[in-house]
């Protein structure tokens, strides 16, 4: 049985330049994300990935020796895009936000990253990086020990929690080939029947119609909402912290 953390890409020991070939592991890298982003993990293989590139398996297995070690690079790649800032550039609950926004719109352009983060230790250079930021941020701010990893699974559960609900509407909405206001439409009809017995929700959902169609807008400003609600507590907690 393979060994989850020793058969990471980013320990195995860097090769030789000598006879490397002109297919560069940036090339091969940015050539799967792109299979990746249109077809998911399903849709990705070497051979796929070589035609699209245009180039033999040698030039590829020369940087990766399998599909897991591509995926773990294509991870820690877009993970790359998430942003979080320097201590000194600003406070640690502006510094969560924009680290949180980042995650979230990463996700959704990249909605197979979801069910990859976890499969895989993530030791690439961007993820480090980011954990040694966010890691800096929180102590500057008085957050101590396991502390800090609680304040970045709660803050890292709500990007990945957001997206993944919302790709998933996503998907479901185009392999049915209709709007989503459509498939909503179809509902009406079911949901007034079980109206007599559900009063508040349906007194709700008939007072929020239109706000409800706004799809879009409803998932941006529940992202937006919960994040602000999770810092408001943080901060509550780090405030009694400081008194006690």
């Keep these: 049985m393979p060994d989850f953390f020793a058969d990471s890409v980013f320990l195995r020991p860097p090769r030789s330049r000598s006879g490397q070939p002109t297919l560069s592991r940036e090339q091969i890298v940015k050539a799967a994300i792109e ?6 993990p399903a849709g990705l293989s070497m051979r796929k990935l070589g035609t699209r590139l245009g180039a033999g398996a040698t030039s590829m ?20 895009e998430a942003y979080v800032p320097e201590p000194g550039d600003t406070g640690w609950r502006i510094g969560l936000s924009v680290w949180a926004n980042g995650m979230h719109a990463m996700l959704l352009r990249h909605p197979w990253v979801t069910g990859l983060l976890g499969t895989r230790p993530t030791l690439g250079p961007n993820a480090m990086r980011m954990g040694e930021r966010a890691v800096t941020l929180l102590t500057v701010a008085g ?36 709007p989503i206001t459509d498939l909503a439409a179809r509902l009406e009809p079911y949901l007034d029947k079980l109206a007599p017995d559900h009063p508040n929700y349906d007194k709700w959902r008939r007072e929020n119609r239109a706000s409800t169609l706004d799809t879009v807008k409803i998932w941006d400003e529940g992202f937006a909402f919960g994040l602000d609600r999770i810092l408001d507590g943080l901060a509550q907690w780090l405030e009694a912290k400081k008194r006690a």
């Design 61 to 80: 297995y020369w940087h990766v020796t399998n599909k897991d070690e591509l995926l773990e690079l294509a991870v820690d790649e877009v993970m790359g």
């Design 143 to 178: 957050f101590e020990g396991l502390e800090i990893s609680h304040v970045m699974s709660l803050v890292n559960a709500h990007a990945l929690g957001s997206a993944a609900t919302q790709n998933a509407v996503v998907v479901a909405t185009r392999n049915a080939g209709v």
């Design 35 to 40: 299979l990746l982003d249109a077809e998911g």
